[in-house]
T-cell receptor, first 114, second 115 residues
Framework: ETGVTQSPTHLIKTRGQQVTLRCSSQ?????VSWYQQALGQGPQFIFQ???????GRGNFPPRFSGLQFPNYSSELNVNALELDDSALYLC?????????????FGPGTRLTVT | GENVEQHPSTLSVQEGDSAVIKCTYS??????FPWYKQELGKRPQLIID?????GEKKDQRIAVTLNKTAKHFSLHITETQPEDSAVYFC??????????????FGGGTRVLVKP
């Protein structure tokens, strides 16, 4: 078991609503990355946080936002939900930036937008 | 940005045979290449990785090769077993601190090992 946890496990929301997903990084890890995995596809990078600062963002609109807290846990917020936002949301933590640090994934939050 | 292509999308092998999955990447600055195994409903699990200063790495039945000139890398699974059945993803990332270590994933290969 990797130690990265996410909550909730599953979530059903209606189009137009807002959602907050949470991630607790593995002990000692200061970097958290968020990925969206649509059904049958590889994970797509949303953004990354390093020591409470955003450090890189993928091709996602501003309604996807995040936070990292002093204990390095993190939140992903999505406003104005759309049907295409239905996916598995994965967070991954690592020891730091660069150098090919391994990323350890959490179990994911399955979001369904109706 | 980085683009990673993965082939084949599905692979069916007989138990005991070998399986090979190939990936190509576009960004010559990428120099960390992990492989993840994802079982149905589970999180991606790192099974092996390789860095650009190494051409080949092996861990029991799993090996990865990297050709930086051609910008491609491959996963080799020997003596396949039914528990190897899963979706496998290759990924690439840069090693420079300013670029972070975001992973760009391939589209995945669904491997089915038939008993």
């Amino acid at each position: 078991e990797t130690g990265v946890t996410q909550s909730p496990t599953h979530l059903i929301k209606t189009r137009g609503q807002q959602v907050t997903l949470r991630c607790s990084s593995q002990s000692g890890h200061n970097t958290v990355s968020w990925y969206q995995q649509a059904l049958g596809q590889g994970p797509q990078f949303i953004f990354q946080y390093y020591r409470e600062e955003e450090n890189g963002r993928g091709n996602f609109p501003p309604r996807f936002s995040g936070l990292q807290f002093p204990n390095y846990s993190s939140e992903l917020n999505v406003n104005a939900l759309e049907l295409d936002d239905s996916a598995l949301y994965l967070c991954a933590s690592s020891l730091g930036l660069g150098g090919g640090y391994e990323q350890y994934f959490g179990p994911g939050t399955r979001l369904t937008v109706t | 940005g980085e683009n990673v292509e993965q082939h084949p999308s599905t692979l069916s092998v007989q138990e005991g045979d070998s399986a090979v999955i190939k990936c190509t990447y576009s960004d010559s600055a990428s120099n960390y290449f992990p492989w993840y195994k994802q079982e149905l409903g589970k999180r991606p699990q790192l099974i092996i990785d390789i860095r650009s200063n190494v051409g080949e790495k092996k861990d029991q039945r799993i090996a990865v090769t990297l050709n930086k000139t051609a910008k491609h890398f491959s996963l080799h699974i020997t003596e396949t077993q039914p528990e190897d059945s899963a979706v496998y993803f290759c990924a690439a990332s840069g090693s420079f601190k300013a670029a972070g270590n975001k992973l760009t994933f391939g589209g995945g290969t669904r491997v089915l090992v038939k008993p």
